[in-house]
């Protein structure tokens, strides 16, 4: 479980990166490095594979100009944000889980396979 929090986590952060370049032009062409508050190595996401995905539905603060999950969802809970981890990997919470790892997800993936040795 603390593996696919991790997962979402990373690539939750990942799409929250991109949102600017998203809003202003297109999304960036090369995987965002999305880093996380684990152990687990950071997701490289890519948004050329999520372009069915609306950037709204990760980056849902986008208009106070807050692209970056980081910026809310910190390390530890201070109370106003979900802890960046569960914003990607919480059951029926978690932007990561949502798509990967629910029980009618399409396109289930493993920790291993965002989170990948160096």
Not at 44 to 51: G, I
Not at 52 to 78: L, P, R
Request: glycine letters at 6%.
């Amino acid at each position: 479980m603390r593996k696919l929090i991790v997962l979402a986590v990373a690539l939750l952060f990942s799409l929250s990166l991109g949102l600017g370049a998203a809003l202003s032009a297109d999304a960036p062409k090369a995987p965002v490095k999305v880093t996380n508050f684990s152990k687990k190595p950071p997701v490289m996401y890519d948004h050329a594979k999520h372009k069915d995905a609306k950037c709204v539905s990760c980056h849902h603060n986008e208009k106070d100009g807050k692209y970056k999950c980081g910026e809310c969802h910190k390390a530890e809970d201070e109370g106003k944000a979900i802890k960046l981890q569960d914003a990607m990997h919480k059951k029926d919470v978690g932007k990561c889980w949502s798509c990967h790892r629910a029980e009618d997800a399409k396109n289930k993936l493993k920790c291993a396979d965002c989170h990948k040795e160096k």
